[in-house]
T-cell receptor, first 113, second 115 residues
Framework: SAVISQKPSRDICQRGTSLTIQCQVD?????MFWYRQQPGQSLTLIAT?????????ESGFVIDKFPISRPNLTFSTLTVSNMSPEDSSIYLC??????????FGPGTRLLVL | AQTVTQSQPEMSVQEAETVTLSCTYD???????LFWYKQPPSRQMILVIR??????QNATENRFSVNFQKAAKSFSLKISDSQLGDTAMYFC????????????FGKGTKLTVNP
């Protein structure tokens, strides 16, 4: 399966600021996704990162709050904008690899004070 | 909308014993995919096993196997010869087009393997 890295691995931010999370894959992949995992909860899809076009957002998530870029087939960024403590979560990117299966990055743990 | 239910928030098992984690799902689709993912304290989500709904044979990966009951919409995970490294959160997930569509996750089962 592809090797996926995320930066930063963790961060502590002040409310009202923004953080950009990077997801890098060691091979070209067609599909990339961004998920959120709130404390003690399961994973919820934020959006599908589309290469060359705007991301596709799930219900409850908007582009102004979670802008996503996908400049090529190996890289994507997720920005968490105007953060509040409710945004404290683990953010994970995933890619579709062999056998049409999603593989996840190590996650970015975000704490908003 | 598809839903995934894991009715066991926490479970524990003794090392070397066998444990079964439950998962049920709801869908009107006939073809879909089911997954079990493991999330250890390090938080890296790791694929444990996958099952295509059109395959009658239950998937197996070493000590991990599933009991897939399509009519009952049940997809349980059996871990044999449990090891301390199996301690983790286990999430059951559903997708109606393999991995190319979003995964819908259950709330997870926290498994502790005791020495």
């Amino acid at each position: 399966s592809a090797v996926i890295s995320q930066k930063p691995s963790r961060d502590i931010c002040q409310r009202g600021t923004s953080l950009t999370i990077q997801c890098q894959v060691d091979s070209q992949v067609t599909m990339m996704f961004w998920y959120r995992q709130q404390p003690g909860q399961s994973l919820t899809l934020i959006a599908t990162a589309n290469q060359g076009s705007e991301a596709t957002y799930e219900s409850g998530f908007v582009i102004d709050k979670f802008p996503i870029s996908r400049p090529n087939l190996t890289f994507s960024t997720l920005t968490v904008s105007n953060m509040s403590p409710e945004d404290s979560s683990i953010y994970l990117c995933s890619v579709v690899g062999i056998q049409e299966t999603q593989y996840f990055g190590p996650g970015t743990r975000l704490l908003v004070l | 909308a598809q839903t995934v239910t894991q009715s066991q928030p926490e479970m524990s098992v003794q090392e070397a014993e066998t444990v079964t984690l439950s998962c049920t799902y709801d869908t009107s689709e006939n073809n879909y995919y089911l997954f079990w993912y493991k999330q250890p304290p390090s938080r890296q989500m790791i694929l444990v096993i996958r099952q295509e709904a059109y395959k009658q044979q239950n998937a197996t990966e070493n000590r991990f196997s599933v009991n897939f009951q399509k009519a009952a919409k049940s997809f349980s995970l059996k871990i044999s010869d449990s090891q301390l490294g199996d301690t983790a959160m286990y999430f059951c997930a559903f997708s109606w087009q393999g991995g190319s569509e979003k995964l819908v996750f259950g709330k997870g089962t926290k498994l502790t393997v005791n020495p």
